[in-house]
């Protein structure tokens, strides 16, 4: 279990298992929320795997009871001087170096030659979707919740992935609202290959593992590129820096400096649980009127 203090190394843990290599984001305290070391320490993960000739499956999962929530509010959102907000007038280049980096690290995972498998248990939210996503499969427990709920204030997907994976139309559905759904209905949808009971979820997920691990690694790597150059040629990267910018100006925006206020005078988890059930108007800066 990492703890307040604890190394960059050690919120990212890795072993090998044979021929598939295990990462485990490693902040169980705070549902693995990203904070300012684990995205770095995820693409150093990955790089190891990668590095391993012995190598010829990757499977990312969570510690604890959630795979990861998102980004750390408590830091990110409830303290004054972090990263993700700025004092006005905001450098906006300053915001999208930082995020630029998250997400090239998140997308270590789609650029990986080795094929990743993303296990999801507990919940898939936020940045935590955005790294869900960039895996070549999400399987998930049924129950489980995946979404992105800051694109109701404060957040745009840096990945992109939503698009690429659903569609225009169903994208819109998620973008829209910001609802979380369940593993179920994510599988349904088409945005995750499968979703199972809990009880199922290990065994599911080292199956499929195990299948591609009697295919070489050279093979593995080739239809993987393939596939990926796709999705790339349809303009991924634009659609990501475009994607980081914006999320750069939704935390800058009236509405976004108002959520921000509000997490610092009311803290985090009351400014989230009335950002998701949408009792405050963060354009007046005030609880929603019930009557309008």
Same mark, same amino acid.
């Given at each position: 279990?990492?703890?307040?203090?604890?190394?960059?190394?050690?919120?990212?843990?890795?072993?090998?298992?044979?021929?598939?290599?295990?990462?485990?984001?490693?902040?169980?305290?705070?549902?693995?929320?990203?904070?300012?070391?684990?995205?770095?320490?995820?693409?150093?993960?990955?790089?190891?795997?990668?590095?391993?000739?012995?190598?010829?499956?990757?499977?990312?999962?969570?510690?604890?009871?959630?795979?990861?929530?998102?980004?750390?509010?408590?830091?990110?959102?409830?303290?004054?001087?972090?990263?993700?907000?700025?004092?006005?007038?905001?450098?906006?280049?300053?915001?999208?170096?930082?995020?630029?980096?998250?997400?090239?690290?998140?997308?270590?995972?789609?650029?990986?030659?080795?094929?990743?498998?993303?296990?999801?248990?507990?919940?898939?939210?936020? @940045?935590?979707?955005?790294?869900?996503?960039?895996?070549?499969?999400?399987?998930?427990?049924?129950?489980?919740?995946?979404?992105?709920?800051?694109?109701?204030?404060?957040?745009?997907?840096?990945?992109?992935?939503?698009?690429?994976?659903?569609?225009?139309?169903?994208?819109?559905?998620?973008?829209?609202? @910001?609802?979380?759904?369940?593993?179920?209905?994510?599988?349904?949808?088409?945005?995750?290959?499968?979703?199972?009971?809990?009880?199922?979820?290990?065994?599911?997920?080292?199956?499929?593992?195990?299948?591609?691990?009697?295919?070489?690694?050279?093979?593995?790597?080739?239809?993987?590129?393939?596939?990926?150059?796709?999705?790339?040629?349809?303009?991924?990267?634009?659609?990501?820096?475009?994607?980081?910018?914006?999320?750069?100006?939704?935390?800058?925006?009236?509405? @976004?400096?108002?959520?921000?206020?509000?997490?610092?005078?009311?803290?985090?988890?009351?400014?989230?649980?009335?950002?998701?059930?949408?009792?405050?108007?963060?354009?007046?800066?005030?609880?929603?009127?019930?009557?309008?």
């Amino acid at each position: 279990m990492s703890a307040p203090g604890a190394s960059p190394q050690d919120k990212v843990l890795y072993a090998r298992d044979g021929r598939i290599a295990r990462i485990t984001l490693n902040r169980p305290e705070v549902l693995n929320a990203i904070d300012d070391d684990l995205p770095g320490a995820l693409s150093a993960a990955v790089a190891r795997a990668e590095a391993d000739p012995e190598v010829h499956v990757i499977v990312l999962a969570g510690a604890g009871e959630a795979f990861c929530a998102g980004y750390d509010l408590a830091h990110y959102a409830q303290q004054k001087d972090n990263p993700l907000t700025q004092d006005m007038p905001w450098d906006p280049v300053q915001d999208y170096r930082f995020m630029w980096a998250n997400n090239q690290h998140f997308m270590s995972l789609w650029r990986a030659l080795k094929p990743v498998i993303c296990k999801v248990h507990g919940y898939a939210v936020a @940045g935590g979707s955005d790294i869900a996503l960039c895996c070549d499969f999400v399987v998930m427990e049924d129950t489980a919740e995946i979404g992105y709920m800051p694109t109701r204030v404060w957040g745009c997907p840096t990945t992109a992935m939503w698009v690429y994976r659903l569609g225009a139309e169903k994208a819109k559905r998620m973008m829209f609202t @910001g609802d979380r759904i369940s593993g179920a209905e994510a599988a349904a949808m088409g945005l995750v290959l499968k979703a199972v009971p809990e009880a199922a979820l290990d065994a599911e997920v080292d199956a499929l593992a195990a299948r591609m691990c009697s295919v070489p690694v050279n093979q593995l790597a080739m239809q993987k590129m393939v596939i990926n150059q796709a999705i790339e040629a349809m303009g991924l990267n634009e659609t990501q820096r475009l994607a980081t910018i914006f999320d750069g100006i939704t935390r800058h925006s009236p509405e @976004g400096m108002a959520f921000k206020r509000r997490a610092e005078t009311a803290g985090w988890k009351q400014a989230v649980q009335e950002r998701d059930s949408g009792t405050y108007d963060w354009t007046l800066d005030r609880p929603a009127n019930p009557e309008r």
